[in-house]
T-cell receptor, first 115, second 111 residues
């Protein structure tokens, strides 16, 4: 059973517009959520995270929103740039459990930003 | 600053041959270490993780194994590779409760 779901395998957005990537989770024990960006043939790079005590975290063009009641989080990129074209992975963990639980990843969403 | 190394970057192996992929981390002590596989068109599948020397947790039963002979060294092995073992293998580290940082990956093709 997939605990972290990214239901959109791909997304195309025009340069300058907002990109919204969505993620749903089923495990109510998850309390730490992250987004990673991955280019082909490279390891994922950490983008932004949010703890369950917050509902929003912003870093430059990237903002992550968390809706705990809906078990949903989203990543907003504004304005979108061609260099943002990559696969984005949502991940979650039970940080408050022991600090040692591995991240659970979604299957990723391929974002294409069209110039 | 911390860095994570993986080698080799690419590997082509025949079915039935052994495998050894190595991962080392610099600039941190007692990291949590992870091995993931990304098969074609799929997400990141956690294979093994380790919270200390000699401590390995396996997430998916398969013909792969992992070992942690030193604090900052993590090795992924197989005695006999299968075609289905082809994929992109990623090593990652994290501090306790922190985000994971990934290495550059190894592209394994089993023929």
């Amino acid at each position: 059973d997939q605990q972290v779901k990214q239901n959109s395998p791909s997304l195309s957005v025009q340069e300058g517009r907002i990109s919204i990537l969505n993620c749903d989770y089923t495990n109510s024990m998850f309390d730490y959520f992250l987004w990673y960006k991955k280019y082909p043939a490279e390891g994922p790079t950490f983008l932004i995270s949010i703890s369950s005590i917050k509902d929003k975290n912003e870093d430059g063009r990237f903002t992550v929103f968390l809706n705990k009641s809906a078990k949903h989080l989203s990543l907003h990129i504004v304005p979108s740039q061609p260099g943002d074209s990559a696969v984005y992975f949502c991940a979650a963990s039970e940080r408050g459990h022991s600090g040692n639980t591995p991240l659970v990843f979604g299957k990723g969403t391929r974002l294409s930003v069209i110039a | 600053s911390q860095t994570i190394h993986q080698w080799p970057a690419t590997l082509v192996q025949p079915v039935g041959s052994p495998l050894s992929l190595e991962c080392t981390v610099e600039g941190t002590s007692n990291p949590n270490l992870y091995w993931y596989r990304q098969a074609a068109g799929r997400g990141l599948q956690l294979l093994f993780y380790s919270v200390g020397i000699g401590q390995i947790s396996s997430e998916v039963p398969q013909n792969l194994s992992a070992s942690r002979p030193q604090d900052r060294q993590f090795i992924l092995s197989s005695k006999k590779l299968l075609l289905s073992d082809s994929g992109f293998y990623l090593c990652a580290w994290s501090a306790l409760g922190g985000e994971q940082f990934f290495g550059p990956g190894t592209r394994l093709t089993v023929l």
